[in-house]
């Protein structure tokens, strides 16, 4: 008889861990799809798989004299050199700002909103943001950098990356949600798993909760 309410107690106890483990889910999923897309894009640029074509686009007159005088091959370092700088900073800055909207989402209720899509909404509407400020900060250093026939001096230039990277983790262990929602600091680890665009992640989040 005694053992009944501490049964009880210990099947509500397990079933409201289960409940908030996967409100937790919900809430790191999108921010897991949008670092395996950051990722990706990452390690594509370090194995020279994408080809870089920002800067002859968007600073095409800089980038061609530039090119007259020190080549496409020094070019072509320097494009990198600022794509993977502004990729780990504008992702990082992008996390901080994400862990400040998850912090405070819980209030929309007030306005009668559902905290789960407004953040969802947020979260792809900062990201689309991201990669364009990316893009816009590679051209905006690329116009204003010196370069020599070394690429760009990223320390003279007041550019030095972090030793590591702020980035999103999620494993398969049973007690990774005891620390979600928030940020670990950890190198860049690899990923496996399907890459979602954003428009295709944004139908597929909404679709699961309709």
Not at 25 to 30: E, L
Not at 37 to 51: C, E, F, G, S, Y
Not at 125 to 140: G, T
Not at 141 to 151: D, L, P, R, V, Y
């Amino acid at each position: 008889v005694v053992l009944r309410p501490v049964t009880r107690a210990q099947r509500f106890a397990e079933g409201y861990d289960a409940d908030t483990r996967k409100q937790l889910w919900r809430y790191s999923f999108i921010l897991e799809q949008q670092r395996r897309i950051i990722h990706a894009k990452r390690q594509d640029i370090l194995m020279d798989l994408t080809p870089l074509i920002l800067l002859s686009s968007k600073a095409p007159e800089r980038y061609a004299a530039l090119c007259r005088t020190l080549g496409e091959q020094t070019l072509r370092k320097a494009e990198k050199q600022l794509t993977l700088y502004y990729i780990n900073k504008c992702w990082a800055e992008y996390l901080d700002h994400i862990a400040y909207v998850r912090e405070g989402v819980h209030l929309v209720v007030i306005g009668k909103k559902n905290p789960l899509d407004e953040f969802h909404q947020l979260a792809i509407a900062a990201f689309d943001q991201m990669l364009e400020r990316i893009d816009a900060e590679i051209v905006r250093t690329f116009n204003i950098a010196g370069i020599t026939e070394n690429g760009i001096d990223m320390d003279k230039q007041g550019l030095k990356g972090p030793s590591s990277t702020w980035t999103y983790l999620i494993n398969e262990s049973p007690d990774q949600f005891n620390n979600l929602p928030h940020l670990i600091r950890a190198t860049t680890t690899y990923a496996r798993g399907s890459l979602f665009t954003v428009q295709s992640l944004c139908k597929h989040l909404f679709n699961r909760n309709t």
